[in-house]
Each structure stands twice: as C-alpha cells, then as structure tokens.
C-alpha cells in the first residue's frame, strides 16, 4: 500500500530584531544584543540586568526616555541608549 504524503516544506524563521525605543508598552521582550562602543556602559547595563537573553518590558515611553522593567527593577533610559539595545 503506497502513502502519498505531501513534501515537507520548512518554513524560514521571521525574527524581528528592533530597538527598545520602538517596543510596544506593556510587553515582554528578550535582549538580543547591545550595540555601544562603550565598555563602562556596557558594565553599567549588565549591573542593571540588562544583558543579552535577558527579559526586559517597557513600561512606558516618556518624551526624551522610556521606563523599563528589568528583574525587578525600573529604570528610566534615555531614547540613544534604547536605540542601541536591539530586542
């Protein structure tokens, strides 16, 4: 007895990568990278939690900064930094 099956077709993985100044308010998001040439700032963030794998929620965007939610902290960061904190 012969089975037709349909071909097994993958499917591509979409990930949208984008900036933690364009996430929307109240939602979870993972850390994917973080873009500085700075290594103090790069410390400062990963003392704060924020780091690669890391979950982070914004709480809400402010003009000039956004309120996030890292563990279980909150931390008011300017619009440049959440540019380079890609989610």
Do not use: W
């Not at 873009?35 to 790069?42: V, Y």
């Not at 402010?62 to 440049?80: A, P, T």
Request: proline share 1%.
């Amino acid at each position: 007895m012969l089975r037709h099956t349909a071909p097994y077709i993958e499917k591509e993985s979409t990930v949208t990568v984008m900036t933690l100044r364009e996430a929307i308010e109240g939602q979870e998001y993972i850390i994917r990278q973080i873009e500085t040439d700075d290594e103090e700032l790069d410390a400062f963030l990963f003392s704060l939690g924020c780091y690669s794998g890391e979950t982070i929620t914004v709480v809400s965007h402010l003009k000039g900064c956004c309120v996030v939610s890292i563990k279980d902290g909150r931390y008011s960061i300017d619009n440049q930094l959440a540019e380079a904190i890609l989610i």
